[in-house]
Each structure stands twice: as C-alpha cells, then as structure tokens.
C-alpha cells in the first residue's frame, strides 16, 4: 500500500508512504542509520538485511523523550562527521518519533541539508511522527521548541516491527490514531469502537487509514499556518503535561490521551461537544489502558506553561477543539482565562 506526500505549491516535494513488508533498499552513496539502544538489540540486524550501500554506518542513541536534546544532536552530527559523511550521503531513522524528529534534524543541519528516510519501528511513529516532516528537539521551555520543517524523501513502514513493542508504545500509539478520528472523521472513529487494533489485519489498515488522513492534511498545509494544527488536538494541554514530569513520567502519547480529555473538557464547557460524545472517547482511551487524568497541582503555574507552546502567539494560547461533535474541529485563541481556570480545576 502506497500513501502519496504531494505538498501544494511545492511539486519538487513528493515522496511515498510505502505500507507492507519493507522493500531491499538500494544505495550507491554513503548511509548512516541513526537508531537507539532499545530498538537495535530487537531490529537492526533485519534492517540492515535489507540495505544495500556503498558505505554504512550505525549510529545508536539512548532510548527516551529525555535524550531528546541538542547534547544528542551534538552526538549525531560528531559520528557522521567522523564516517566523514558528504552532501550526497542519506540519514536513515529507525525507531520511534524520538529517534525520527533528531535524525530529520540532524538531516537539515548536516553540511546544510541532506537527505533523509524515516523506518518507524512505533505505532505512534507510523501514524504520525514519521509524516510530514516535523523535526526537532525539546528543551527546558518546552517540547519541540528548537527543530526545522524538513521532509524526508522516503518512509517505510513495516507493521512487522510492532511485534516487540511493548503494550504502553501500543497505547501511545492508538491515542494519535482516535485523535485524528476524533477531528477529522465521525465514520472512521465509530468504526475504531467496533475493532481490536491489536489484530494484525484490522491494525494495516488502521494504520493505512490514519496516514491518509494525515498525508492529506500535510499536502494542503506543511508548515502548520492552518489546517495542520488541527493535528495538535490534546498537544496544548499534552505538551505541559511532559514538561510539568520533565518527560519521564509518560509516553507522548500518554500524555496527548490526558489532554485529549481536558481538551474536550473544555469543548464540553463551551458547548462545542455533548457529554456523552466526550465519554465515548474518554471510553476508547482506556480500553487501550491509557491515562485518563492528570492530576494537577497548581492551576496557576499549569496556566502559565501554556504561554511556553509554540503554538501559541501575541499572548494568544490556541486550542483544538471539537466544533459541534466528533469529526469536526476549531481553532480557537479567544477563550477567556476565567473559562481556562476552572475547566483546569476540574482536573485538581
């Protein structure tokens, strides 16, 4: 199954979403795959199985969002330095978002720009960190502060490597999934009610269905000046949440699940969402055991780190939220602080 990337007004970005077994990949430059300790003990050597390559190196990383930082960054580029790596040369990432969003960067940093793959070996990762070209690293203000829009010329994506993945990576990963179907399609999220991800075959095509919707918005908006930050559906209030447990306490998707529900929380307060339409989704997020609700410890200071996301402007914060039910989304900046306050103490 192939998902097209055809980004308007830029016909020289086009690439494919390549879902299925993974192909023999052929080079006749220099290659570094860029992995961590977790995934390589599991997948490097049958991915390595699958290349071909004038030269090869491996660079591995340590497993987590808190290696997700300019000190790794560093890290990378001084070995593909030192593999003495060229213009021409190719980045390949293999793992999870994590791994993904440094290798893209380090991939626009290198000698000012060079090519990369992305080879998701994470639910999460392949329904969405590994499309659209998102890059970049957290930092002490905030997740994803310092990166780059930069696309990849190739993803592949090998169902094969879920086999290992531990059951809280799965979960984190059906949050992405009930996340794009919650804004984008009522259809698509009442047929998720009715079927077990963990079954090999419904989960292909979930996953197919979820890149599609992806991909389409991503053509229509690459760099998030509209329809793309619709995608950041429960991320402002998700995005605190890691840097509130300095991003060891949760997985990504765990805590995009807890600010899915304080999103619709809000949705619900304002009318934008029924009760009942807020509880099916609450629902679906623990029958894959994620987390729920986040415990807040001071509204004010949880109030104040939403002025830290990027997302954010002018001293605007922006919110996604539902407009009249599942499958239909706003972007909403006008929301008084007083609404904010007590939807947050509700989660207290």
């Known amino acids: 199954m192939i998902v097209p990337i055809k980004l308007i007004n830029k016909e020289d970005i086009k690439y494919n979403i390549t879902i299925g077994d993974l192909p023999k990949l052929l080079f006749n430059n220099k290659v570094a795959v860029i992995t961590n300790d977790r995934v390589a003990p599991l997948h ?48 390949i990432a293999f793992g999870g978002g994590v791994v993904g969003d440094m290798t893209g960067f380090c991939a626009s940093l290198y000698q000012r720009g060079i090519e990369f793959i992305q080879i998701p070996t994470t639910l999460l990762s392949q329904v969405d ?3 659209g070209g998102k890059t970049g690293v957290n930092n002490k203000y905030g997740k ?11 993803v592949y994506i090998e169902p ?12 984190a990963g059906v949050a992405e999934v009930i996340k794009m179907a919650v804004m984008f399609d009522k259809e698509f999220f009442n ?4 079927v077990d991800f963990r079954d090999k ?30 995608l950041n559906y429960g991320h402002t209030f998700g995005h605190v949440i ?7 306490e949760y997985l990504h998707g765990e805590a995009v699940a807890m600010g899915m ?10 009318g934008l969402l029924s009760r009942d339409e807020s509880n099916s989704i609450e629902d679906m997020l623990k029958e894959y055991n994620l987390p729920t609700r986040y415990v807040i410890e001071d509204v004010n200071s949880f109030y104040e780190h939403f002025f830290l996301d990027k997302k954010s402007s002018n001293n605007k914060i922006k919110f996604i939220l539902s407009n009249g039910g599942i499958g239909t989304n706003i972007i909403r900046d006008d929301i008084d602080k007083s609404i904010l306050i007590e939807v947050l103490k509700r989660f207290v």
């Open 191 to 194: 047929y998720l009610r009715s």
């Open 144 to 154: 994803n502060l310092v990166g780059a829009f930069y696309q990849p010329s190739a």
């Open 201 to 230: 075959d419904m989960l292909k095509m979930v996953i197919k269905k979820s890149v599609e919707l992806k991909a389409n918005v991503v053509n229509q908006d690459e760099k998030e000046a509209g329809i793309r930050a619709v």
């Open 242 to 248: 890691e840097n509130e447990t300095k991003y060891k």
């Open 261 to 270: 529900v304080m999103a619709n929380e809000l949705s619900v307060e304002l």
């Open 129 to 131: 960190a590994s499309v």
């Open 44 to 91: 490097l050597d049958t991915l390595l199985a699958h290349i071909e390559a004038d030269n090869l190196s491996v660079v591995t990383i340590k497993d987590g969002e808190e290696y997700k930082n300019m000190a790794t960054i560093e890290y990378i580029l001084d070995n593909l330095f030192d593999a003495r790596l060229d213009r021409k040369s190719t980045l």
């Open 160 to 171: 094969k490597f879920l086999d290992t993945l531990p059951s809280r990576e799965f979960g």
